[in-house]
């Protein structure tokens, strides 16, 4: 089956591809599917949307904008091989270029973001994949990810695994005390009492979210 949508990363941050040659309405028919199933991780965020050789007309291209904009997701800029939708782009103040090719072979859907620095508050990390963290997540940040999460310190603020609903991901931390933890759809508030000193995992067990110590999950 072909996929009408797909969500990559690269050096640019968040690549949205779209298909260049299934009929438009479908296209955007999926796309809205996958916002709707994917509201948090793409609330707030920019993409450079990719199109291919796709010629898009003004008032398609309006269309596309609009019904990201209802998802509250701004395209930083539009790559495509067609003079017709850089023209179309650039007529709606959106930044057009043609698709550099070398940055797009490199991305690859599930590559995993290694960051090492404290996530402080304010701060929002976003990635298609999983997430790796080797430092703290302050209270007031926020990570967002559509893989697992894990952090190699303390996990005081916001963190959202499984954002395009994956329920198979986990989150995992040295220190798990978090302000909010969501997998997928499902959400949990802050465990109660002091850490337990030891490695933690969230994960999703049935239909709630479940917290034990790194050793007796890995049993």
């Given at each position: 089956?072909?996929?009408?949508?797909?969500?990559?990363?690269?050096?640019?941050?968040?690549?949205?591809?779209?298909?260049?040659?299934?009929?438009?309405?479908?296209?955007?028919?999926?796309?809205?599917?996958?916002?709707?199933?994917?509201?948090?991780?793409?609330?707030?965020?920019?993409?450079?949307?990719?199109?291919?050789?796709?010629?898009?007309?003004?008032?398609?291209?309006?269309?596309?904008?609009?019904?990201?904009?209802?998802?509250?997701?701004?395209?930083?800029?539009?790559?495509?091989?067609?003079?017709?939708?850089?023209?179309?782009?650039?007529?709606?103040?959106?930044?057009?270029?043609?698709?550099?090719?070398?940055?797009?072979?490199?991305?690859?859907?599930?590559?995993?973001?290694?960051?090492?620095?404290?996530?402080?508050?304010?701060?929002?990390?976003?990635?298609?994949g999983h997430i790796t963290i080797v430092g703290d997540v302050n209270a007031g940040a926020e990570v967002i990810a559509g893989g697992s999460v894990v952090v190699w310190g303390r996990l005081r603020g916001t963190v959202h695994a499984g954002a395009l609903g994956d329920r198979s991901a986990m989150i995992c931390a040295i220190e798990l005390r978090p302000t909010q933890l969501r997998i997928a759809d499902l959400i949990a508030r802050a465990p109660d009492g002091a850490a337990s000193g030891r490695p933690e995992v969230a994960y999703i067990d049935g239909d709630q979210i479940a917290v034990e110590s790194w050793e007796r999950y890995r049993r």
């Open positions: 089956m072909t996929t009408l949508v797909a969500i990559k990363g690269g050096k640019e941050g968040l690549r949205l591809h779209l298909d260049e040659s299934a009929v438009w309405s479908d296209v955007l028919g999926a796309l809205r599917s996958q916002l709707d199933q994917g509201a948090q991780f793409f609330n707030g965020a920019r993409v450079v949307v990719d199109i291919g050789n796709r010629a898009l007309t003004e008032e398609q291209f309006a269309e596309l904008m609009a019904l990201m904009r209802e998802h509250h997701l701004e395209a930083s800029a539009l790559a495509s091989t067609s003079r017709e939708s850089r023209s179309a782009a650039r007529a709606a103040g959106v930044v057009a270029r043609p698709i550099a090719r070398s940055v797009a072979a490199s991305d690859e859907p599930g590559e995993a973001l290694f960051v090492c620095r404290t996530i402080r508050s304010g701060q929002v990390v976003r990635h298609q």
